[in-house]
């Protein structure tokens, strides 16, 4: 079965020696010093390595089970969910107000890698919760706060997104689930939602559901959309719970990964419910949310991939096959462990440049987060709104490809259950489609993002790698290895800004049939910038003489991997974008 331990060291690298959080001027970052993370960052390990991680397979085996209209979840993890109630990780960065620890999004995200990597679908149970909090919290009253928050914090009531119906997903605007106004102020909610996460199970007594819906009457489409609180059991005004609300499981759906999540069809059947936010503004309630629920999602793609390479090189290290073609480098044994040979390392470095670059990315997503919402910094705001459809895309897009190449380094015994290698690779699947479809997030990023506020955050991010390239031009080594393949990478993406620009005004399928290598070149940028910048904090700790030198060489040299091997991808997708609509349009829809 597969192992997981806890990154902290490489977690802390990015936390301390890239952001330097502490030393950020953010509300409740000077907390942030390197110890106190650190004893956090273990304390969750522990869990996540000893609890959640061995929980996985059992979770993925037994799945889900519908009894008598309540759905029971795998072994253990009623008991594993108590224990994260217990140690209070539910609250981790919720408000102070309603029982939270108040600890920035930054610190939370890390810690989710880590549940997240050991368990994705006991993780989800949580992280939905969290959703709907962040979502009440936002656009709550103040009664509502008081009523639903504490407990969701403390996850004794656990929380549910629902927007999907049957006949749609992305168009939530054709929506049917409906709204009638009641006389007390309450609302009568009547529909089907499909899909929807821990929408039922056995590990808290409530179940607080968002619900979109709309209200008879209202305008037509995306327009008509309301956002309403629906608790699977009623709940009085001194927080007592009461009758069953009108809330059903339809049935459990059977799915390719996530098993010990349960994906419920949810019936409405005139359930009480009470409108958050306001009347017919639902999506804007739901997307001053999205940034951080996306980056949640792309938290996961980038987990599962550091979970799934943990294992491939343990097993690399183990299986002995072949010989080295220099010469034998285990000449007792039968044969060299696979490590050895260079189309292995290949593998294991895509991996491993990734998941190391990825976790830079998302980290610094979520330090964009808390500086516009803990410091109304508005440039950060415009910068990771422009940012989470590329976080989101291309950390779950390669997340899954990782996976895949984990599988591939046992040969036949990733293909074969028992190894536990397929179920990384089933459960990272989902990170593509959930929380927007990826193909949606770069229709997001060219369609809305790029031109948002005249252009001003996309050439706020082109600044920001020209100033650092500048600033660090005096590093000859730097320059070599990282600046200047950076800023090769970044005039891809700024020929691919401006090819949109000249060609997709007067033919925006130009730009549409471009959208998703545009967010794979954005992405690598990213991850361009991110080792870039990794590599001058390692180059400033080995000049310090402080530390594990090792650990700092090793940082260095797996960044010039990332630069090397796969930044050059830049190219090839700048070439696809230029070709523009032709290749992809021409053809008449009944010759496929
Ligand atoms: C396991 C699981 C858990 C889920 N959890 C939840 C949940 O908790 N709550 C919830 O509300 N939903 C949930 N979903 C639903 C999920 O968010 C949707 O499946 C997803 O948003 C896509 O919607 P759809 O399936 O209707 O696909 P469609 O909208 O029909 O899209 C099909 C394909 O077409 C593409 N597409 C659609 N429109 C366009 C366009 N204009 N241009 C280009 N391409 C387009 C999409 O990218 C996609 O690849 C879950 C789904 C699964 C499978």
């Not at 964009?368 to 508005?378: E, F, M, P």
Request: glycine share 12%; charged share 20%.
């Amino acid at each position: 079965m597969p192992s997981y331990t806890a990154p902290v060291n490489d977690i802390q690298f990015v936390l301390h020696a890239l952001l330097k959080a502490s030393a950020q001027d953010i509300p409740g970052y000077d907390e942030l010093e390197a110890d106190f993370t650190a004893a956090v960052l273990e304390e969750a390990g522990k869990i996540a390595g000893n609890v959640l991680a061995p929980l996985n397979a059992v979770g993925d085996a037994e799945g889900c089970v519908l009894e008598n209209g309540v759905v029971r979840t795998p072994s253990g993890f009623k008991d594993a969910f108590e224990q994260m109630k217990q140690g209070g990780w539910t609250a981790l960065d919720c408000d102070p107000e309603y029982g939270g620890q108040g600890m920035p999004v930054l610190l939370g995200t890390a810690v989710g890698e880590l549940f997240s990597g050991a368990n994705q679908a006991f993780t989800m149970y949580q992280g939905l919760t969290h959703g709907a909090y962040s979502a009440i919290h936002a656009h709550g009253t103040d009664a509502q706060k008081a009523k639903w928050l504490p407990k969701m914090v403390s996850c004794e009531w656990t929380g549910t997104m629902n927007l999907t119906e049957p006949h749609c997903g992305t168009d939530l605007g054709l929506m049917r689930t409906k709204a009638v106004p009641q006389e007390d102020g309450s609302y009568r909610i009547s529909g089907q939602k499909i899909f929807i996460s821990a929408g039922d199970h056995d590990m808290s007594e409530n179940v607080v559901h968002l619900v979109l819906a709309k209200i008879p009457g209202g305008p037509e489409g995306i327009k008509g959309v309301s956002l309403f609180i629906v608790p699977k059991f009623l709940v009085d005004d001194e927080g007592n719970i009461g009758a069953r609300n009108g809330v059903s499981v339809g049935k459990l759906e059977e799915k390719m990964g996530i098993h010990g999540n349960s994906t419920c069809v949810m019936n409405y059947d005139e359930a009480e419910g009470y409108l958050l936010g306001q009347e017919h503004k639902g999506m804007r309630a739901m997307f001053t949310m999205m940034n951080e629920a996306r980056l949640g999602v792309a938290m996961q793609g980038m987990a599962q991939a550091e979970a799934a390479y943990q294992n491939a090189v343990i097993y690399a290290k183990d299986r002995l096959q072949g010989r080295a073609v220099t010469g034998a480098e285990n000449p007792d044994g039968p044969a060299d462990p696979l490590i050895v040979h260079p189309d292995i390392r290949r593998n294991l470095l895509d991996q491993k440049s990734f998941v190391e670059g990825a976790r830079a990315f998302m980290l610094w997503g979520a330090y964009l987060l808390d500086k516009s919402h803990r410091s109304g910094d508005a440039e950060a705001e415009g910068l990771i709104s422009l940012l989470t459809p590329v976080l989101k895309g291309f950390l779950t897009d390669r997340g899954l490809d990782m996976t895949v190449q984990a599988q591939q380094v046992y040969g036949g015994h990733g293909y074969i259950e028992e190894w536990g290698m397929s179920q990384f690779v089933r459960d990272a699947r989902i990170t593509q489609i959930y929380e927007g479809a990826n193909g949606v997030q770069a229709l997001d990023l060219v369609g809305r993002k790029l031109a948002a506020d005249g252009g001003k955050h996309v050439m706020g991010f082109f600044e920001l790698v020209k100033g650092f390239i500048k600033e660090n031009e005096g590093d000859e080594a730097l320059k070599k290895d990282f600046l200047e393949p950076l800023k090769s990478a970044s005039k891809d993406l700024q020929a691919a800004g401006m090819f949109f620009m000249q060609n997709g005004m007067k033919n925006p399928n130009a730009a549409l049939a471009g959208s998703y290598d545009f967010m794979h070149l954005f992405g690598h940028v990213c991850l361009g910038l991110m080792w870039a910048r990794m590599a001058k904090a390692a180059t400033e700790a080995l000049a310090s003489g402080e530390g594990n030198a090792s650990f700092y060489e090793t940082k260095l040299a797996t960044g010039r991997y990332y630069m090397a091997r796969q930044l050059p991808a830049t190219k090839m997708h700048l070439a696809r974008i230029e070709s523009g609509a032709a290749p992809v349009m021409d053809l008449a829809a009944e010759a496929f």
